[in-house]
């Protein structure tokens, strides 16, 4: 089977790894303290916080800003659960906005529409490794007093107008689940200038603790390990070398598969460098679920991502919501994504597209 992601390990992060376990301190230490700086640099921004995954990373943020009970905050239908479970382990209400059908992230002129006197922030989500609108978006946050955080899970090393993603929020978050562009098997980080900010996400991370057993506010154990940072300091070395094999392998694709009416592209916006965290297609002629089953079947591990619209999953249905989003909902019937990581071989891209275009359909 060639799978949809494949964890890109190797000596370096196998002897870092021996490195840290002989040390003795197999804990939280300066390996983490390495991480957090070189990953937040290689962002462009001041602090970084290490978390134990992504969704702690992006809980830990909205209560760094102090949302919860009576609030609301903007985001997408069309993104891992994530985004918006952690909105509700707040006790906050997730508001859902469209995304615009041509890049998948949320349409910035669905958000103003979505704002009341309670909106308190707006998550975006650069999907697929696609920068979101962040001129348009970040100037609504200005105007309407909201604030920003990035989902940035899936678009590590990503660029709008050539600025990181993961440097226009108050916060950004990050996961190097095994599937993401980088990995440290599970962690997060969350990345802000302020230094406030900085001080609160580091005490929440870690119960609230400012010195041993003095505890200021209601905090975590969601802490990163010296295991997980040392795999993270190897692999952020390599992540532009990841990133350009993802460009590249979409470039194959790209010039293979342009000319099958049935399938649409992916679209890039202009003035971004989209790192395909996936690569996604739509499948235009109805038959999407049968095309996945025989890519399945020819052992490419296509996958679905997202079949359902987070307001429409049964946990979010039991909650209440009874909405529609139209352009969510078409993406979640039209959209499929291939192998495109950076382990595949010059025989699998071949493989991939020719299985595709030889499909009948
Ligand atoms: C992976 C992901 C998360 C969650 O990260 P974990 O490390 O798995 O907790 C959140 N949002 C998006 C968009 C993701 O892709």
């Not at 209560?63 to 009576?70: N, Q, V």
């Not at 050539?162 to 190097?176: L, P, V």
């Not at 295991?227 to 194959?252: D, M, S, T, V």
Request: net charge neutral; charged share 25%.
């Amino acid at each position: 089977m060639i799978g949809i992601s494949k964890p890109q390990i190797s000596e370096e992060e196998i002897n870092a790894v021996r490195d840290v376990l002989n040390s003795g301190n197999i804990v939280q230490g300066e390996k983490v303290r390495e991480f957090e700086n070189n990953f937040s640099s290689y962002c462009g921004i001041k602090h970084g916080v290490a978390t134990s995954s992504g969704t702690s990373a992006l809980e830990v943020a909205l209560r760094a800003l102090d949302i919860g009970k009576y609030d609301e905050v903007i985001t997408t239908g069309f993104s891992f659960i994530a985004t918006a479970n952690c909105i509700m382990y707040t006790g906050a209400t997730p508001v859902f906005a469209d995304i615009d059908s041509r890049t998948f992230n949320i349409d910035s002129d669905k958000i103003e529409e979505k704002i009341t006197e309670k909106t308190k922030a707006v998550i975006v989500v650069h999907l697929y490794g696609q920068p979101c609108e962040m001129g348009k978006i970040m100037a609504i946050c200005k105007k309407h007093n909201l604030k920003l955080i990035e989902d940035a899970c899936q678009a590590h090393g990503a660029e709008y107008k050539g600025r990181k993603t993961g440097s226009f929020g108050d916060i950004s978050c990050f996961s190097f689940y095994a599937t993401k562009n980088i990995t440290t098997s599970e962690g997060g980080m969350c990345l802000t200038n302020e230094e406030d900010l900085h001080k609160k996400m580091k005490l929440l991370i870690n119960h609230g603790m400012d010195q041993q057993y003095k505890h200021e506010i209601l905090g975590y154990n969601y802490r990163m390990t010296d295991i997980q940072a040392a795999i993270g300091i190897e692999q952020l070395k390599k992540l532009n070398k990841f990133n350009e094999k993802r460009i590249k392998n979409a470039g194959f694709f790209n010039e293979k598969l342009r000319d099958i009416e049935w399938v649409s592209l992916p679209f890039v916006s202009p003035g971004c460098r989209h790192v395909f965290h996936q690569y996604t297609l739509r499948i235009l002629n109805n038959k999407r679920d049968q095309f996945l089953k025989y890519l399945n079947e020819n052992h490419i591990g296509a996958r679905i991502y997202y079949p359902v619209p987070i307001f429409k999953q049964p946990v979010y249905k039991k909650l209440g919501y009874n909405i529609e989003l139209s352009n969510t909902e078409k993406a979640c019937e039209e959209v499929i994504s291939i192998p495109v990581h950076p382990g595949l071989t010059k025989e699998d891209l071949e493989k991939i597209s020719k299985k595709i275009t030889e499909f009948k359909s």
